[in-house]
């Protein structure tokens, strides 16, 4: 039985979907003007688990991720650049295909841009003003009229009146309201022709949230399973997607919701005005895109998670204790035998809210066994309770010889290997001064040495 925690409930609920044997996801994507940063990565790798359990449990997982290509940031960076919105979002949806791809992370079954779906959004935005959910501005807007949907803030669990204290009174605001929110922007001078779209209010560009539920409702319906994403977008985003469905279709949107918990980097919010921002790219020349991976799974999808160098190494280090286990064990196919202890056990924890640090913690004592007893069995089992999470797959050999790409003093396994050679012709040669200082600086550079029987030398890094 699986249960997941239902930010709506705030309580674990059994996992029912609408159809037996069949599961719709939608996750809110990237905003694609610039590189996906370490937060991008926690979603990414996320619900990715989450799709992939899903999958092993048997259900038919129908997985959508929206890309977001029309926004300000995204036309103020593309007039920055001198380019078009297109040459924009398209150099940064390749970019964060090939981050997704390097983390091991599964292309959605749909993977729905916003401007595909611009007439659905108009769809949508009329039935709203239909019901008298959405008003024109004098300035040519189109917002929507949060007091008149009666459950406003039942996602994020604040009222009305308190929303309305925290909101800042705008200077010249054409909204009946401060909580109201725009669902059609109007076209302002001098904004790029590829950012304009007619409709019935006048030229001009969806609002952000507008885009979610339009697509969401194009691909699975008015009401599917679980929505998801970052706890950034609890509110106002999710809060607002709600209000727009569930107003224009007058019953319930998702009947799930999951967030995932915020990145901080060494206890602080990440941002770039502290100067602590660290795009997936940065991330991954110093570190080993798998163990990236390890370490956002050894969290809680729902527990803050702490990035740091230290935090990063220790996920190396643990890494490699897992991979070093395969290294020395038998040969044997990977398939899970559901069955056995240590799977029955892995299930358990994976059912009870995805939770990812036990189902680990079950991979380091299988790892102890295969260890202790070289059984080729355990080993595949391992090898594939460890494919479930998209860990494991790689050859254990070349894993702990990778290490991280600019790990042992800038050494390449190119130059280590080259170094291993020279000791043992200086070996050869009886030159053991050499040899040792050889070994010397590959130990202080990370790398440990392991002399096999018949003169052969291994190495994987500390």
């Given amino acids: 039985m699986l249960k997941i925690h239902n930010t709506l409930s705030r309580q674990k609920e059994e996992f029912k979907p609408m159809v037996p044997g069949r599961a ?11 590189f996906c940063h370490i937060g991008h990565a926690r979603v ?69 841009r916003a401007t595909q779906y611009v007439p659905q959004m108009l769809g949508l935005i009329g039935k709203l003003e239909q019901k008298g959910l959405a008003y024109k501005t004098t300035d040519a807007d189109v917002n929507y009229s949060v007091r008149d949907f009666p459950g406003y803030g039942k996602l994020s669990g604040k009222t009305l009146d308190d929303l309305r204290a925290g909101e800042r009174v705008e200077v010249n605001s054409t909204k009946r309201d401060p909580l109201d929110f725009v669902l059609w922007k109007h076209t302002k001078e001098g904004e790029p022709a590829d950012t304009r779209w007619a409709s019935p209010w006048g030229e001009g560009r969806p609002g952000w949230h507008i885009e979610c539920s339009a697509m969401s409702e194009a691909i699975l319906g008015e009401q599917f399973d679980i929505h998801g994403g970052g706890a950034d977008l609890q509110f106002p985003h999710h809060e607002n997607e709600i209000a727009q469905s569930e107003g224009a279709s007058g019953h319930t ?5 999951m967030h995932n918990g915020f990145v901080r980097v060494d206890d602080e919010k990440m941002s770039k005005s502290l100067g602590n921002f660290f795009t997936i790219r940065e991330v991954l020349k110093k570190f080993d895109a798998e163990v990236v991976r390890f370490f956002i799974l050894r ?25 070093t286990a395969l290294k020395g064990a038998p040969d044997a ?4 035998d559901w069955e056995e202890t240590h799977a029955v056990r892995f299930k358990a924890a ?36 460890g494919a479930v999470l998209g860990l494991l797959q790689r050859d254990p050999q070349v894993f702990l010889q990778a290490g991280q790409p600019d790990a042992a003093g800038g050494l390449t396994p190119e130059k280590i290997q080259s170094l291993i050679d020279e000791r043992a012709a200086s070996k050869k040669a009886k030159d053991f001064k050499r040899a040792d200082e050889i070994r010397k600086q590959l130990t202080e550079s990370g790398i440990v040495l392991e002399d096999k029987p018949g003169g052969a030398t291994e190495w994987r890094r500390a």
């Fill in 24 to 34: 719709g996801i939608y996750v809110c994507g990237m905003t694609v003007y610039d």
């Fill in 44 to 112: 990414m790798v996320v619900f990715d688990s989450v799709q992939r359990w899903l999958r092993t449990s048997g259900y038919a997982v129908t997985y959508v991720r929206n890309i977001t290509d029309i926004d300000d940031k995204i036309i103020r960076r593309a007039v920055e650049n001198g380019e078009t919105i297109s040459q924009l979002t398209t150099r940064f949806i390749a970019a964060m295909d090939e981050d997704a791809a390097a983390l091991g992370v599964q292309k959605p079954d749909h993977e729905p």
């Fill in 253 to 257: 949107f998702a009947n799930l919701w």
């Fill in 299 to 323: 969290a809680h999808y729902r527990s803050p998670l702490n990035y740091s160098d230290t935090h990063l190494e220790d996920a190396r280090h643990s890494l490699t204790r897992l991979y």
């Fill in 333 to 336: 196919k990977a398939q899970v």
């Fill in 350 to 385: 994976m059912d009870d809210d995805f939770a990812t640090p036990e189902a680990i913690a079950i991979l380091f004592e299988l790892a102890g066994e295969v260890n202790r007893t070289q059984d080729a069995k355990l080993a595949a089992q391992l090898k594939a309770l």
